[in-house]
């Protein structure tokens, strides 16, 4: 098993920026992702990265595309979501993901919420 711990979160600015990070308990897995769900709608995804001994892939949902970059640090157990930009629209919960041994671990969300 792995616990996933979010950080990060916050009230900004529209056009601001925030650097949201996940901490595991252990190593984790090749597959990572964020998502978020704004109140009345359903989780949607956020980005994510697939991590693999050639290099890693991304996927980014379009709304965020160009402003938000998936990223791990492998040695801290971390994986980070940096958010430059900032939009009203991007105000929700944001949570963490982690597929270890074909299973999906979340994290418990963190806030975001972007003032016009």
């Known amino acids: 098993q792995v616990q996933l711990v979010e950080s990060g979160g916050g009230l900004v600015q529209a056009g601001g920026s925030l650097r949201l990070s996940c901490a595991a308990s252990r190593s984790i897995g090749s597959f990572n992702a964020w998502y978020r769900q704004a109140p009345g709608k359903q989780r949607e995804l956020v980005a994510a990265?697939?991590?693999?001994?050639?290099?890693?892939?991304?996927n980014y949902a379009d709304s965020v595309k160009g402003r938000f970059t998936i990223s791990r640090d492998n040695a801290k157990n971390t994986v980070y979501l940096q958010m430059n930009s900032l939009k009203p629209e991007d105000t929700a919960a944001y949570y963490c993901?982690?597929?270890?041994?074909?299973?999906?671990?979340w994290g418990q969300g963190t806030q975001v919420t972007v003032s016009s």
């Open positions: 990265l697939a991590s693999g001994t050639s290099g890693g892939s991304t």
């Open positions: 993901q982690t597929i270890l041994y074909g299973r999906a671990y």
